[in-house]
């Protein structure tokens, strides 16, 4: 399958601080990079759809001025944290959607723990 | 927007028994119905994936079936062992060609085996 790697693989960071994570497809062209949330022993919840080179769709529920999502390339997508408060720990992972032959397959990155002291 | 549910939260098996999950869905556009196994801290790994064209897939001991009329999917695990032992999510997504393809995550499933 595909590659897709997230930026750092986990962080500590003081409330009120930001934070961003990186969202790399290694050796496909993501079109379509999604961005989810997962508190411990639940579900995957989805944040935000970016489409490269155009803003983000956030779900309902989302700020997008606290979770700024920027997709400049087919390969990079960054979430950023802004302000973050102890109830912004969670797991994030992102998962990139592209073009492989005739097929669109979607793969996700290995998830970004943030913890917020 | 599409729903999805999944049943049950939890299950326990013995070693070399069947399991099976089961998740319904709310949107009949939905035409894309995959499997993830997720291990704890890490990213959900794709098992097997289903397509609204077909009723059934099989992939050595996991299966996966579909009923389109009552909008419902089941993971099918046979011969279970203890390594299948993680947390399982279902999805659905309407794939739209050269469009984004959200999908919606089912409550997941702790599946244990118990040797």
């Known amino acids: 399958g595909a590659v897709v790697s997230q930026h750092p693989s986990w962080v500590i960071c003081k409330s009120g601080t930001s934070v961003k994570i990186e969202c790399r497809s290694l050796?496909?062209?993501?079109?379509?990079m999604f961005w989810y949330r997962q508190f411990p022993k639940q579900s995957l919840m989805l944040m935000a759809t970016?489409?490269?080179?155009?803003?983000?769709?956030?779900e309902q529920g989302v700020e997008k001025d606290k979770f700024l999502i920027n997709h400049a390339s087919l390969t990079l997508s960054t979430l950023t944290v802004t302000s973050a408060h102890p109830e912004d720990s969670s797991f994030y992972i992102c998962?990139?959607?592209?073009?492989?032959?005739?097929?669109?397959?979607?793969?996700f990155g290995p998830g970004t723990r943030l913890t917020v002291t | 927007g599409e729903n999805v549910e999944q049943h049950p939260s939890t299950l326990s098996v013995q070693e070399g028994d069947s399991a099976v999950i089961k998740c319904t869905y709310s949107?009949?556009?939905?035409?894309?119905f995959p499997w993830y196994k997720q291990e704890l801290g890490k990213r959900p790994q794709l098992i097997i994936d289903?397509?609204?064209?077909?009723g059934e897939k099989k992939d050595q001991r996991i299966a996966v079936t579909l009923n389109k009329t009552a909008k419902h999917f089941s993971l099918h695990i046979t011969e279970t062992q203890p390594e299948d032992s993680a947390v399982y999510f279902c999805?659905?997504?309407?794939?739209?060609?050269?469009?984004?393809?959200?999908?919606?995550f089912g409550t997941g499933t702790q599946l244990k085996v118990e040797l």
């Open positions: 998962s990139a959607r592209g073009r492989r032959g005739r097929i669109y397959e979607q793969y």
């Open positions: 050796d496909f062209q993501a079109t379509t």
């Open positions: 970016s489409n490269e080179g155009s803003k983000a769709t956030y």
């Open positions: 949107d009949s556009a939905s035409n894309y």
């Open positions: 289903i397509r609204s064209n077909v």
């Open positions: 999805a659905a997504s309407n794939i739209l060609t050269g469009g984004g393809n959200k999908l919606t």
